[in-house]
């Protein structure tokens, strides 16, 4: 399955200021474009990426800091707490 690019991907990690050893949540993983540049920047920090199309997981990095959660994000309080 084809993937858009990452849009707006600066921005959006200026507008974060990622902090390596944070939590953040990618809500719509997709191509891992936007969780991949987010990774980058996470030494102890984890990144919490919801999809619920089965193909986003063939886009999965092998990174400790990833925790791939295979649903739609309406079910975030389900996970996240």
Same mark, same amino acid.
């Given at each position: 399955?084809?993937?858009?690019?990452? &849009?707006? %991907?600066?921005?959006? %990690?200026?507008?974060?200021? *990622? @902090?390596? #050893? !944070?939590?953040? &949540? @990618? &809500? #719509? /993983?997709?191509?891992?474009?936007?969780?991949?540049? *987010? %990774?980058?920047?996470? #030494?102890? !920090? +984890?990144?919490?990426?919801? @999809?619920?199309?089965? @193909?986003? +997981? =063939? $886009? %999965?990095?092998? $990174?400790? $800091?990833?925790?791939? *959660?295979?649903?739609? /994000?309406?079910? *975030?309080?389900? =996970?996240?707490?």
């Amino acid at each position: 399955m084809s993937y858009h690019d990452p &849009v707006l %991907l600066a921005e959006c %990690l200026e507008g974060l200021k *990622i @902090d390596p #050893t !944070g939590s953040y &949540v @990618d &809500v #719509t /993983f997709g191509g891992g474009g936007h969780s991949k540049a *987010i %990774l980058d920047q996470l #030494t102890t !920090g +984890k990144l919490y990426a919801f @999809d619920q199309d089965p @193909d986003a +997981k =063939h $886009n %999965l990095p092998e $990174n400790p $800091n990833l925790i791939f *959660i295979a649903a739609n /994000f309406r079910y *975030i309080k389900n =996970h996240l707490r």
